[in-house]
């Protein structure tokens, strides 16, 4: 039996900045700022641009915004990309990704 010495929490923000270096390896991705106002609060509040975290009972479920470089094959590019965020963020926080939802907003020409 393992003894608890106390509790473990990981701010949505530790867990964003976790997401963006592990979407920062894939070069044919590129993390999408919001609006003034949402690049502002995500400023305010630590975050990273284009990442949204929520964090409930040690389940994580991440929201990114992204563009794609023309000619990737976008199916595969976004599941590499999904792969790649919930290996780091298990790996690195010890909480479980329920989920990686990707958004492609643009194609980079």
Same mark, same amino acid.
């Given at each position: 039996m393992? +003894? #608890?010495?106390?509790?473990? #929490?990981?701010?949505?923000?530790?867990?964003?900045?976790?997401?963006?270096?592990?979407?920062?390896?894939?070069?044919?991705?590129?993390? #999408?700022?919001?609006?003034?106002?949402? +690049?502002?609060?995500?400023?305010?509040?630590?975050?990273?641009?284009?990442?949204?975290?929520?964090?409930? +009972?040690?389940?994580v479920v991440i929201g990114m915004r992204v563009s794609v470089k023309y000619g990737t094959p976008i199916h595969r590019v976004c599941h590499l990309l999904q792969e790649q965020v919930k290996d780091s963020v298990e790996e690195i926080t010890g909480l479980v990704v329920e989920a990686v939802d990707v958004y492609v907003e643009a194609v980079d020409l």
């Open positions: 393992e +003894d #608890r010495i106390g509790e473990i #929490r990981v701010a949505d923000n530790v867990v964003a900045a976790v997401a963006g270096v592990a979407a920062a390896k894939i070069e044919q991705v590129t993390l #999408r700022s919001g609006a003034f106002y949402q +690049d502002w609060a995500k400023k305010l509040n630590g975050g990273a641009k284009g990442i949204h975290v929520a964090v409930a +009972d040690g389940q």
